[in-house]
């Protein structure tokens, strides 16, 4: 089978479309902030150094204890709806931390960003459900390349 036609195999499922749509937007307006994330808690907010790192740590750290919760909501109530909250929190994080006036008011926006990331197995219990069987692996290689351009 050739890449074109595997492509076109993957990206005909409506699901594939908005979800890889959706993550690639998501993905070009939050690498326009992020990059320069610690340059603004130092510079603007004056942070120091020591509480940056431990801001970054929670940040990344918090997401890993939301998962498993996520993917038992998502079975519970339904991935669509788990997706639907957890991008409205996805939307929010970001404006709680564009009017943070110190880094004390950050946290919030990271524990909210954090709480978001539940829809992460939802998210991908759909985008799996809707490959197709036969060729889950190179749909979802396929899939991921091109969510990963932004």
Not at 7 to 33: A, G, K
């Amino acid at each position: 089978m050739h890449v074109a036609s595997i492509l076109r195999q993957v990206f005909s499922n409506r699901n594939i479309i908005t979800l890889s749509s959706t993550n690639m937007l998501y993905h070009i307006f939050n690498s326009l902030w992020e990059l320069w994330w610690s340059l603004y808690l130092f510079e603007v907010l004056k942070t120091p150094i020591t509480i940056i790192g431990l801001l970054a740590t929670i940040q990344n750290t918090s997401r890993i204890l939301f998962q498993l919760p996520g993917g038992i909501i998502a079975d519970r109530i339904g991935r669509k709806k788990v997706i639907v909250f957890g991008t409205g929190l996805r939307v929010l994080a970001p404006i709680l931390l564009l009017f943070a006036k110190s880094w004390v008011w950050v946290i919030p926006g990271i524990v909210i960003n954090s709480v978001a990331s539940l829809y992460g197995p939802a998210f991908n219990a759909i985008i799996a459900e809707s490959l197709p069987s036969e060729r889950r692996g190179t749909a979802f290689g396929a899939y991921r390349a091109l969510t990963s351009i932004p």
